[in-house]
């Protein structure tokens, strides 16, 4: 079976944990301050703070910027529920439009008109690895006074105009086992912002900056030095993960004919996270079961859009968005992880041309 995603786990990880172990200092510390330096400069930001997850990451973004109950925050209903219930956890409401239909990102035209005199920040999710249109959403971020939190969970390293996601506003980024760069769980926070940076880093650790004197209530959200050293050992293959995802996208690219392919924006560096494909007219599902029974694994992101949760139905009512509806009903994600032999690129062309 060619799976899906398959966490790169080599030598190197299994040794930095065990130095780690070793050491009998296990919690956020010398490794933590490392992996944070590094991804700092991978993100070309001042600062990155390391959290226990990217839904943690997300909702301390919120709380930093003073976002809470009675405002608003404009995302897209085109993503894991986590990027809705960060905003929820705070006391704020989301505010959903809909997507563009070449990226899967949130579409910009709609973004203004969504603006209220409660909206105090934008939620961009830059989807499958692709940057949403931060031109535009900086534009109306600017123009309105409102904080630009990026959803980069799966955008390690994506870049536009040679710009890295997470360095447009405040950026969150998980490193659940799936993701480019994993820790097992664990994420982190990204941003330029001396006072943010600082608030994020109190929110996680009890509000504290000395031990045992407390600024302000804060939670234990913290990353511990076995997951920090993982993802240093991540960190030291990224470039090599990147060219892989993108070798595996432009062969897929090349290759594949029979489905919708995805697109990538001019100026836009894609992360690939993801490859998604597009098989409409309700094809779907029996594609996808044709592609298990060729032993090649399949995934869909996502098949219900965050509007018709049913939770997000109860506390907000019925919605419609039409791009993002239509949409759940054809993405299809293909393995395009680092692992895949040349073998198994040709097996899953030669089964998605079936289709």
Same mark, same amino acid.
């Given at each position: 079976?060619?799976?899906?995603?398959?966490?790169?786990?080599?030598?190197?990880?299994?040794?930095?944990?065990?130095?780690?172990?070793?050491?009998?200092?296990?919690?956020?510390?010398?490794?933590?301050?490392?992996?944070?330096?590094?991804?700092?400069?991978?993100?070309?930001?001042?600062?990155?703070?390391?959290?226990?997850?990217?839904?943690?990451?997300?909702?301390?973004?919120?709380?930093?910027?003073?976002?809470?109950?009675?405002?608003?925050?404009? =995302?897209?209903? $085109? +993503? *894991?529920? %986590? &990027?809705? #219930?960060?905003?929820?956890?705070? @006391?704020?409401?989301?505010?959903?439009? /809909?997507?563009?239909?070449?990226?899967?990102?949130?579409?910009?035209?709609?973004?203004?008109?969504?603006?209220?005199?409660?909206?105090?920040?934008?939620?961009?999710?830059?989807?499958?690895?692709?940057?949403?249109?931060?031109?535009?959403?900086?534009?109306?971020?600017?123009?309105?006074?409102?904080?630009?939190?990026?959803?980069?969970?799966?955008?390690?390293?994506?870049?536009?105009?040679?710009?890295?996601?997470?360095?447009?506003? =405040?950026?969150? $980024? +998980? *490193?659940? %086992? &799936?993701? #480019?760069?994993?820790?097992?769980? @664990?994420?982190?926070?990204?941003?330029? /912002?001396?006072?943010?940076?600082?608030?994020?880093?109190?929110?996680?650790?009890?509000?504290?900056?000395?031990?045992?004197?407390?600024?302000?209530?804060?939670?234990?959200?913290?990353?511990?030095?076995?997951?920090?050293?993982?993802?240093?050992?991540?960190?030291?293959?990224?470039?090599?993960?990147?060219?892989?995802?993108?070798?595996?996208?432009?062969?897929?690219?090349?290759?594949?004919?029979?489905?919708?392919?995805?697109?990538?924006?001019?100026?836009?560096?894609?992360?690939?996270?993801?490859?998604?494909?597009?098989?409409?007219?309700?094809?779907?599902?029996?594609?996808?079961?044709?592609?298990?029974?060729?032993?090649?694994?399949?995934?869909?992101?996502?098949?219900?859009?965050?509007?018709?949760?049913?939770?997000?139905?109860?506390?907000?009512?019925?919605?419609?968005?039409?791009?993002?509806?239509?949409?759940?009903?054809?993405?299809?994600?293909?393995?395009?992880?680092?692992?895949?032999?040349?073998?198994?690129?040709?097996?899953?062309?030669?089964?998605?041309?079936?289709?």
């Amino acid at each position: 079976m060619i799976h899906i995603s398959k966490p790169a786990i080599f030598e190197a990880e299994k040794t930095a944990v065990m130095e780690v172990l070793e050491s009998g200092f296990l919690a956020q510390g010398a490794r933590t301050a490392q992996f944070e330096e590094r991804f700092a400069e991978v993100c070309g930001v001042r600062h990155a703070i390391a959290v226990s997850s990217g839904t943690v990451a997300l909702y301390l973004a919120l709380l930093a910027h003073n976002v809470g109950p009675g405002d608003e925050v404009i =995302t897209t209903p $085109f +993503s *894991f529920v %986590a &990027t809705a #219930n960060a905003i929820l956890f705070t @006391g704020a409401s989301p505010v959903l439009v /809909d997507i563009e239909e070449r990226t899967f990102n949130i579409d910009p035209r709609a973004i203004e008109a969504a603006v209220t005199a409660r909206t105090r920040a934008i939620m961009p999710v830059h989807l499958y690895g692709h940057i949403a249109a931060m031109d535009t959403i900086q534009e109306i971020a600017d123009k309105y006074g409102l904080a630009i939190i990026e959803d980069a969970c799966q955008a390690v390293s994506a870049s536009y105009k040679g710009k890295r996601a997470g360095s447009f506003g =405040t950026g969150a $980024f +998980s *490193f659940y %086992a &799936t993701k #480019n760069i994993m820790t097992g769980e @664990g994420g982190m926070i990204t941003t330029n /912002d001396d006072q943010i940076a600082e608030k994020c880093r109190l929110l996680r650790n009890h509000g504290m900056k000395v031990r045992y004197y407390h600024d302000m209530l804060g939670f234990n959200f913290r990353l511990t030095d076995l997951q920090a050293a993982i993802g240093l050992a991540q960190l030291d293959r990224l470039e090599e993960v990147n060219r892989k995802r993108r070798e595996n996208a432009e062969y897929f690219n090349a290759h594949i004919q029979s489905v919708g392919k995805p697109e990538t924006l001019d100026h836009h560096c894609h992360a690939w996270h993801q490859y998604t494909v597009r098989i409409p007219d309700g094809r779907r599902d029996q594609a996808r079961q044709q592609l298990q029974d060729a032993g090649i694994g399949t995934a869909i992101y996502y098949p219900v859009p965050i509007h018709q949760q049913r939770y997000i139905v109860e506390q907000f009512g019925e919605s419609s968005f039409p791009v993002a509806e239509r949409l759940s009903t054809e993405v299809l994600s293909l393995p395009v992880h680092p692992m895949l032999t040349s073998e198994e690129r040709e097996l899953i062309v030669e089964e998605v041309n079936k289709i």
